[in-house]
């Protein structure tokens, strides 16, 4: 069975551009949650998504929204780039949302942002 | 608010010696309590959890970690480490309400001599 993809890999942008990061979650799991990683450090919650609806939210500014689609993919976007948004951008999918339900992660998308 | 410790930002051990990792938590209730593994330009690998009964939990690849209330502590152990171990490891508290979040920790770096 195919795990989380994310795509693409790697991108670089540059300041004040805009990005679209796209996760595909795990066959039969409806649960997709977004962190951020920042070199050094641990993941950051950024967005919980179950059946299309935002379940949970981390300290992020506005500028970071994302949305679940029907099949359970999902996209991150972040506006107005700034350089410390730089980071690895980390999918997670699970069955439910629930506490008990395992995340299994994505490798990944790291964003150089120039 | 809920918070992770890990005290070691970089550990080296040698091959075939046994291994602790150290993990400190700060949360109110009971927590939930994970470790994964992120091998250089990877996504995270869950290698244990704790919910909740027996504090000595076995998990993937002959991890073993236990929970103890009283020291607010979930140490990571292996009794003897290859050097295929070699990765950073990151302990997280699961927070529930508004949201599946992981909190993570730093992260502990592993280097492991031959």
């Known amino acids: ?114 | 608010a809920q918070s992770v410790t890990q005290p070691d930002i970089h550990i080296t051990v040698s091959e075939g010696a046994s291994l602790e990792l150290r993990c400190n938590y700060s949360y109110g209730a009971t927590p939930y309590l994970f470790w994964y593994v992120q091998s250089p330009g990877q996504g995270l690998q869950l290698l244990l959890k704790y919910f909740s009964g027996d504090t000595l939990v076995q998990g993937i690849k002959g991890f073993e970690a236990e929970f103890k209330r009283s020291q607010s502590s979930f140490n990571l152990r292996k009794p003897s480490v290859h050097w295929s171990d070699a990765a950073e490891y990151f302990c997280a508290v699961l927070i529930t309400g508004g949201g599946n979040k992981l909190t993570f920790g730093t992260g502990t770096q592993l280097k492991v001599e031959l």
């Open chain 1, 1 to 114: 069975d195919a795990g989380v993809t994310q795509s693409p890999t790697h991108l670089i942008k540059t300041r004040g551009q805009h990005v679209t990061l796209r996760c595909s979650p795990i066959s039969g799991h409806k649960s997709v949650s977004w962190y951020q990683q920042v070199l050094g450090q641990g993941p950051q919650f950024i967005f919980q998504y179950y059946e299309k609806e935002e379940r949970g939210r981390g300290n992020f500014p506005d500028r970071f929204s994302a949305r679940q689609f029907p099949n359970y993919s999902s996209e991150l976007n972040v506006n107005a780039l700034l350089l410390g948004d730089s980071a690895l951008y980390l999918c997670a999918s699970s069955p439910t949302p629930d506490g008990n339900s395992p995340l299994h992660f994505g490798n990944g998308t790291r964003l150089t942002v120039t």
